[in-house]
């Protein structure tokens, strides 16, 4: 459908037909807009489905207007907006207010028919400064994305002060925030805040590694003051943006909590010359009635379908070098590792950092960054070698790069210093020992795609490229910015990245690609676009893995989810667990290794053969299905599971772990969820050489499995049972 009404005219303050209520509807919601009589397009309504969205066409809500505008739909500075503004200008001739009126709207429905698009076009009240809002809507997925283009026909340049995604009004009895935060080897904790008034924001002002410490993403609780996995209304957003980012959250005296998601305005002033435009990242939300699990899966849904490149495909098992050989490695301790991952059954292997650099050899993290050749003395024969190798045993084969990053110790720092993110006179600080290069120069972003391009031209068989980066920006300076434009560093390094992955992806479409930056620093939606997966933390370690794929699983799904077993004492906290504890904990992801095979016994690797073999026959089920996370590993029960369900019920894979000693006299029960209560389901436990728990073996009803639950052995702080559940007549 193809609606038009530009034909409405603004006469005087008044429309000359009734002023346009705008519907942009999912399967199950409805996100309305309304254009006031004096033009100002109003956002009424985010939240179940309404079908006679016209009813909000006299809406009236009665708060006194000269103590604030009413919930706009992109709040500006200028007339009564006293919150923070979505969009906040210098016009050309100084003037600082913006007064967005409604121009026209249209709406189509796209060549894949589950998607439509509303764009809403407003111009300023006196000067040609003009927003377009976008809101695409996902029928299915129940998700609305929305962006906003702001274009500059004013006379001279306008500066954007403010240019968030998106605004999100909401009214409700309390909102109960949950977002994740953490740290290097300790990412996406969740957090629970029951916002008061005032405001709240949660950002990152370290444009590359922007979701070690806070990521772009959140749940809302509306009038619950607590968070609850299956009941509830639920709100969830989250940016695809890989720079700087600012979530503010602020409740006003009408007790209306008003969310602004986009690039971060900090230090970020950006000038619009006469005729240009900008558009803003994309905000994505979606509404659950089904608590954080329904909000979940709706983003692992529209993540699965639109949002990330892998879609549903999941990367292969792998076996990585880091871990098990570091910088230290030649030829046959590749080789060995190549066979030693085949006789486990896994299906990629990954060299990690250390092949490169010849005059500064990558022997360590002080050197080499930037010399993308083959380090000779380590790997004369060269990586087409390794990667033959691999596929001569049916592996496939994967290398790692750092294209962003300069070592000062490096043939690249010698020649361009001035590609060096740096400002003039000032020393820049290294972080593990190396620069960040400057991707807001076309020179640079050439260099990096030259890097990936060269670096897949180094053998025909690689089939997969670990893209790590291990700093943040700071002292920020750009040799290619103008002295007036160094604050567009932040949004122009940003874009220069997606303009290197553009043209990477336009030429190897098919190669995988993980986003790793110091383990989880990219995990959002922004990167995930263009790569098929994160490394979601370089804490291996089963133990902090729970939480950090519980976080993760918030918002991200499965598929995108880097799990790898790793030795013990694990190489970052110290822990240990058992081989069993760590391949289920890391089967609920991407199932990979990353240790030295040779330091594995006969009995571990004995049980890694089989429970890699078990994974591939249940893996489709943790792409594929649908997640129900059973508690959380932050109980004090410390019984946690996680539960993937085919789209078709009739398979599902059923994680069980305790992550804290709980006592010796009883066992924690699990109610499953999202089966068929009339299916009868066979229930096997694997990973497990003989099973200790009554239901292994039997075929119990989908009813009794959902409503009494069942209630595996698990005794003591590490324990951990796997069940496949397939129902009969399959
Ligand atoms: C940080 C990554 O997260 C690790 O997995 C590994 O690739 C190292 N960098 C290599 O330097």
Redesign the pocket.
């Known amino acids: 459908m193809l609606t038009s009404l530009a034909a409405l005219l603004l006469c005087g303050n008044l429309f000359a037909a009734e002023p346009p209520v705008i519907d942009v509807a999912t399967d199950d919601l409805s996100l309305v807009l309304r254009v006031s009589p004096q033009g100002e397009v109003l956002f009424d309504h985010f939240g179940g489905r309404i079908e006679t969205a016209e009813s909000f066409a006299d809406y009236k809500n009665y708060r006194r207007s000269d103590y604030g505008t009413d919930p706009e739909a992109y709040p500006t500075m200028g007339g009564r907006n006293f919150r923070e503004p979505a969009l906040r200008v210098t016009h050309a001739d100084g003037d600082l207010n913006t007064e967005l009126r409604y121009v026209s709207h249209t709406q189509r429905t796209l060549a894949d028919k589950n998607v439509s698009e509303t764009v809403v076009r407003m111009k300023d009240a006196r000067l040609p400064l003009e927003v377009e809002l976008v809101y695409t809507a996902y029928a299915r997925e129940n998700v609305i994305t929305t962006h906003a283009v702001i274009r500059n026909g004013e006379k001279g340049d306008v500066v954007l002060h403010n240019f968030y995604s998106s605004a999100l009004p909401i009214r409700a009895r309390s909102y109960l925030l949950t977002h994740l935060h953490g740290a290097w080897a300790k990412e996406c904790q969740a957090e629970h805040t029951l916002l008061t008034h005032g405001a709240k924001s949660i950002e990152s002002r370290k444009e590359v590694r922007t979701t070690h410490t806070e990521n772009p993403a959140f749940m809302l609780t509306l009038d619950s003051e607590s968070f609850d996995e299956n009941y509830g209304e639920v709100i969830a957003g989250a940016l695809a943006w890989s720079g700087n980012f600012r979530l503010n959250f602020e409740i006003d005296e009408f007790d209306m909590l008003t969310v602004l998601a986009g690039a971060n305005p900090y230090a970020s002033e950006y000038t619009l010359r006469r005729g240009e435009s900008f558009t803003t990242p994309e905000m994505i939300y979606t509404y659950s009635f089904a608590g954080a699990g329904g909000a979940s899966r709706n983003l692992h849904d529209w993540a699965r379908n639109y949002g990330t490149w892998a879609k549903t495909h999941m990367v292969p098992t792998l076996l990585?070098s880091?871990e098990g050989a570091y910088f230290d490695f030649d030829a046959k301790t590749l080789t060995d590792m190549v066979d030693d991952a085949a006789a486990m059954g896994l299906e990629m292997f990954v060299l990690?950092?250390g092949w490169f650099g010849n005059k500064y050899p990558r022997d360590n993290?002080r050197a080499g960054l930037g010399d993308w050749e083959v380090n000779a003395k380590k790997l004369p024969e060269g990586i087409d070698y390794i990667a033959s190798y691999a596929h001569s045993k049916g592996l496939k084969f994967g290398i790692?790069i750092?294209p962003e990053m300069v070592n000062p110790d490096s043939e690249l720092a010698e020649k361009h210093p001035d590609w060096v993110v740096k400002a003039p006179g000032r020393e820049v600080p290294t972080m593990r020992q190396q620069w960040l290069l400057d991707l807001s120069n076309p020179a640079v972003q050439d260099f990096v795609f030259g890097v990936f391009d060269r670096t897949m031209g180094l053998s025909k068989q690689i089939d997969y490229i670990?893209w790590?980066a291990?700093r943040h920006a700071e002292s920020i300076g750009s040799k290619y910015l103008s002295a007036d434009r160094q604050t567009h560093f932040w949004i122009d390094y940003a874009q220069g990245f997606y303009k290197v992955l553009e043209r990477i992806r336009a030429k190897y479409p098919d190669v995988m690609i993980q986003a790793?930056?110091?383990?989880g620093g990219r995990v959002e939606y922004g990167a995930l676009g263009h790569f098929d997966e994160v490394?979601t933390s370089?804490n291996t370690e089963a133990l902090s893995r729970a939480r950090i794929q519980y976080g993760t699983s918030l918002f991200y799904p499965a598929t995108v989810m880097g799990s790898h077993v790793s030795a013990t004492p694990n190489h970052q906290t110290g822990n240990i667990t058992p081989i069993k504890f760590r391949f289920d904990m890391a089967c609920a992801g991407r199932l990979g290794m990353e240790l030295q095979p040779k330091k594995m016994t006969e009995a571990e690797r004995a049980f890694a053969r089989k429970a890699i073999e078990n994974y591939k026959g249940y893996r489709d089920i943790v792409a594929e299905g649908d997640l129900y996370r059973i508690g959380t590993p932050y109980d004090e029960s410390g019984a946690y599971a996680v539960l993937y369900v085919s789209k078709d019920r009739k398979r599902a894979v059923l994680f069980t772990y305790c992550i804290r000693y709980q006592g010796r006299t009883g066992l924690p029960e699990f109610r499953l969820r999202g089966l068929d209560p009339a299916a009868r389901y066979a229930v096997r436990e694997l990973n497990v050489e003989k099973s200790r728990c009554w239901f292994h073996g039997k075929t119990l009803g989908g009813d009794f499995l959902m409503q009494a639950g069942v209630n595996p052995k698990l005794e003591k702080i590490y324990d951990s049972c796997v069940f496949l559940l397939e129902a009969s007549g399959n």
Do not use: F, Q, R, T
């Not at 790793?516 to 383990?519: D, E, F, L, M, R």
């Open positions: 990585n880091w990690d950092d993290a790692w750092e670990k790590d291990n790793c930056a110091s383990g490394w370089d």
